[in-house]
């Protein structure tokens, strides 16, 4: 019974200090991005867009190599928040679908995306 309790209890410390360090963790990321938003600029946040687009190893929507002539961003479209950044661009293979680039302020080079 006791072997148990100390395997229960280890068991939940190693929880507790996983959860702690994953805390921590998003926190001094999400305090990078709030300091990094700040000096960031739209012409900064478009070129990582599409710099990560045109990467030769990336197969973004189904064509293997964009090139970065294929890609119009508005720079004064690009949304910077506190945090976050937001980057509409278009394809000129489908220039009808808006796509959507989200780079973190302190990491451009980590990008998510998303369309409409």
């Not at 190693?14 to 998003?26: A, N, T």
């Not at 710099?51 to 002539?69: E, P």
């Amino acid at each position: 019974m006791k072997k148990l309790l100390m395997v229960c209890s280890g068991i939940a410390l190693l929880l507790i200090i996983g959860g702690v360090s994953l805390y921590v963790d998003v926190q001094l990321r999400l305090q990078s991005d709030l300091k990094a938003c700040k000096v960031l600029t739209r012409r900064q946040a478009a070129d990582a867009v599409i710099a990560d687009v045109t990467r030769t190893d990336r197969q973004f929507y189904g064509k293997y190599q964009i090139l970065s002539s294929e890609i119009y961003v508005d720079p004064n479209s690009v949304q910077i928040g506190s945090g976050t950044v937001l980057v509409p661009f278009h394809i000129a293979a489908d220039p009808d679908r808006q796509y959507f680039g989200m780079p973190h302020c302190s990491e451009l080079k980590n990008v998510e995306y998303a369309n409409d």
